[in-house]
Structure formats: C-alpha cells, structure tokens
C-alpha cells in the first residue's frame, strides 16, 4: 500500500483544466446511475465547533473506489490551524484491498469542491462576468476562485470575512495568484450587491445572504451547507430562483440550502430543482436567459472524493 503525504500531494496536484474535467465525469457517472453513493456519515462535535464527515462512492468501469474522512474544526484559524483536515483511501474494487492512503488534510477535497464551483459556473452563470464576490476567506473560498477563472475571465473580487488578518492574506494570495484587484467590504450585502456571480464558503448557522440582495442575472455557488444545521442563503433566494442546481438532490434535500427551504415550507417547483450532472449531459437545460437566477447548491459527493483520489493516484504514481 502507498502512502501519500500532504506535501507530495500539494508538489504533483493542483487545480487545473483536468481536475476540472474528472470532477464533471463525476457529475456525468451520478447522472447516468454508473455510481452507487451511500448517505453521507457525520459526527458533530460542538464543544469544539467541529465535524468528522466521510463520503464514499463506487463507480462502474473504476478497479478502485476511495472511502474519506474528512474533519472541520472551525475555531483552528485561532490555534494557526488550517479548519480542515483527514485523509482518503483508495480501495481495490477487485478484492477490498486497501491500495493508497492520501493523507492530504483536506486539500483534495478543497480542489474537487472548487472543481465543482467552477464546473457549476460553467454552466450556469452568465458568460461575461467581471465582478465576483465571495462571503468567506478559508480555504474553500479560494479554491472556489482559483477554479473558477478557468471557466470565467473576472478581474474584480469583492470578499467580505471576519478575521483581519485572514482577509488580508486572502486579499494578498488572490490578487497575486490571479491577477484580480480584491476589494474588501465591510458587509456581506454589499458583496451580493456589488457582484454578478457570489460564492459562500463558510459554516454559518443562519443565512447570511438575504433575497433582497439579489439581483436579476446573479449566479450563486453556495458550498457552506453541508449538514443539517447549517444554513447561508435567506429561503426565499431559492424561492424566487429560476433555477436550483444540486451535485445531488437527495443530499440537498437533507443537508443543504434546498433543507432549509423545504423545512420552512417554501413552495418549490419539482421543475426548477434539478442535478449538475443532467445539465452535463444535457438531460436538462441551464441557464437559458441573462435575467435567470440560478443557485448551485452543492453539498460535496462520493463521486467526487473517488474522482480526485484515481486522479491524483495516478499522477502521484506517474513521479514516483
């Protein structure tokens, strides 16, 4: 069995056009049923704002499937701890043996969620966009950006944080990585305000998006939601959508933004609630005017954890 460490992974992986394109096949294999995708497994541990998750998906015509654990402790920015962390494992699909462990604390995870963003994007956010805003400074949020200027030439980041000296290394890496001018805003309305397309990366609780903020044409990429507790988009945002993108419905319904909708009795047309991987494959349709509003709810798959780790199996085996 190969083990991989956090180090070798970030020198060999990076976000680029072909992870870009193994997380939309992960799309493609949910869509088409090649996946079998238990229920997410989650431990909440609030005495330490923290959660273990782990994801796991099989998918047909692969001789390997990964099983990861992945953890968030969200007050680690105050221990000078990166809030994600954990490991996936490479399993054999032929006879269960265990075949790599990545022990990359989150970071493919963070690559096939921005991965997905971008993919999101690609397909629903207006064509030309230059003003792009992001409600969160962690690692997801950067990801999010980083994928998504493949998929988008933006040149304006509006980002709206709580730690000042997280957003001031944001501010730094993004401009230098990207070569965008980052704007820091003192709230997150004016974030929503200011943007033709808005990313949300943070664990809140309660939202922290309203529906009054939003304008005609906005494209939304909301990936804080992932259990049942969490929230960061206002309801009535998904009310008044044209269109609600999930990675996968089921687990939108129960851990999303598309959760809390449904428990506060929004009226939802079935129609307008549709998966990222049939607009792939064009079962349906995307974004089909410049004044849609379109919300990507995405919540994280198996699928997506076994397409990062065959990816980065391959080539972390192709240096050796």
């Known amino acids: 069995m190969l083990i991989f460490t956090e180090d070798e992974i970030r020198q060999c992986i990076h976000m680029n056009e072909d992870v870009i394109e193994e997380v939309e096949s992960a799309f493609l294999g949910l869509a088409s049923d090649m996946t079998q995708m238990p229920p997410t497994m989650r431990i909440d541990i609030p005495d330490n704002n923290g ?11 692969h001789e390997m499937f990964a099983l990861k654990v992945s953890s968030h402790f969200f007050d680690n920015y105050r221990l000078g701890l990166s809030s994600t962390g954990g490991m996936m494992m490479l399993m054999n ?5 265990p075949e790599a462990i990545f022990y990359d604390n989150g970071y493919l995870t963070n690559l096939r969620t921005g991965a997905a963003g971008a993919i999101a994007a690609k397909h629903l956010a207006n064509e030309r966009i230059k003003q792009v805003g992001v409600i969160g400074t962690g690692a997801q949020a950067r990801a999010q950006l980083r994928a998504l200027k493949f998929v988008r ?8 944080g709580r730690t000042r000296n997280r957003i001031a290394q944001f501010k730094d890496e993004m401009e230098t990585a990207l070569g965008v001018a980052v704007q820091v805003m003192d709230r997150p309305e004016y974030v929503a305000r200011s943007s033709e397309l808005l990313i949300t990366a943070t664990p809140s609780k309660e939202p922290i998006v309203h529906d009054d903020w939003i304008g005609e044409g906005m494209h939304i990429t909301a990936v804080g939601a992932d259990a049942i507790h969490k929230q960061e988009l206002d309801e009535n945002i998904l009310k008044r959508a044209d269109s609600i993108i999930c990675d996968f419905i089921t687990q939108s319904a129960s851990h999303g933004e598309l959760r809390a909708a449904i428990e506060k009795n929004q009226m939802l047309s079935s129609s307008k609630i549709i998966e990222l991987g049939q607009i792939i494959s064009h079962q349906e349709k995307g974004r089909q005017s410049k004044q849609e509003i379109t919300v990507a709810d995405l919540t994280g798959t198996g699928a997506q954890d076994t397409k990062i780790a065959l990816y980065a199996y391959k080539k972390l085996t192709e240096e050796k």
């Open 93 to 97: 699909a032929l006879n269960g043996k």
């Open 51 to 61: 959660e273990i998750v782990v994801k796991t998906a099989f998918i047909s015509g």
């Open 153 to 160: 030439d933006f040149d304006t980041v509006y980002v709206y």
